[in-house]
């Protein structure tokens, strides 16, 4: 069975911080996902990556897939009150299934 | 917009009763997937299916729980004599596979369920 566990659970700063999700597990993915959700909603994607030691950005978001594929990382800088959400990691597994794992998300709140 | 869409979106029932929710996929996407969400929890899998064949299910769906997807474009999902421990949110997922490549999965607006 395929887990992932995200750290920390809960995260409550100020406006304008910075701040670290992890993502992390015991076993390759062929790709991992990002999603925010809000109360009440589906989740969102906001990134997709695929390759060992990929790095993305968007904005203000900057996401990590750590080289052996079992990891990941998502920094936010100068965090806004509107990124106030449940962020979700996300591994798209082995086999042809696709069906995707997801950790139990970071539940993110920024005060103004 | 041409979103994952779900009905309803809340559902609130007496222990025992069955409910049915239906999924609409993104246009052109062959795959669906169910998902259920319990608070504080992310997003498990129960089922999927590729057009309209039901190709896995999680042991998760216990035999009160069917899935449909007819025609290979909208799915139903029936839960039948409901127990408390049904309450969460039940999502939606759609992605367009070709061979050996998948697009990503786009999430609907889930449909929350309570059993009383």
């Known amino acids: 069975t395929q887990l992932l566990e995200q750290s920390p659970q809960f995260l409550s700063i100020q406006e304008g911080e910075n701040l670290t999700v992890y993502c992390n597990s015991s076993s390759v993915f062929s790709s991992l996902q990002w999603y925010r959700q809000e109360p009440g909603e589906g989740p969102v994607l906001l990134v997709t990556v695929v390759t060992g030691g990929e790095v993305k950005k968007l904005k203000r978001l900057t996401f990590q897939f750590g080289d052996a594929r079992k990891d990941s990382s998502l920094h936010i800088t100068a965090a806004q009150p509107g990124d106030t959400g449940l962020y979700l990691c996300?591994?798209?597994?082995?086999?042809?299934?696709?069906?995707?794992?997801f950790g139990k998300g970071t539940l993110l709140t920024v005060n103004p | 917009d041409t979103g994952v869409s779900q009905n309803p979106r809340h559902k609130i029932t007496k222990r025992g009763q069955n409910v049915t929710f239906r999924c609409d996929p993104i246009s052109e996407h062959n795959r669906l997937y169910w998902y259920r969400q319990t608070l504080g929890q992310g997003p498990e899998f129960l089922t999927y299916?590729?057009?309209?064949?039901?190709?896995?299910k999680s042991r998760l769906l216990s035999d009160r729980f069917s899935a449909e997807r007819p025609k290979g474009s909208f799915s139903t999902l029936e839960i039948q004599r409901t127990e408390q421990g049904d309450s969460a949110m039940y999502l939606c997922?759609?992605?367009?596979?070709?061979?050996?490549?998948?697009?990503?999965?786009?999430f609907g607006p889930g449909t929350r369920l309570l059993v009383l």
């Open positions: 299916f590729q057009n309209e064949a039901q190709l896995e």
């Open positions: 996300a591994g798209d597994g082995s086999g042809s299934n696709y069906k995707l794992t």
């Open positions: 997922a759609s992605s367009r596979t070709s061979g050996r490549h998948q697009e990503t999965q786009y």
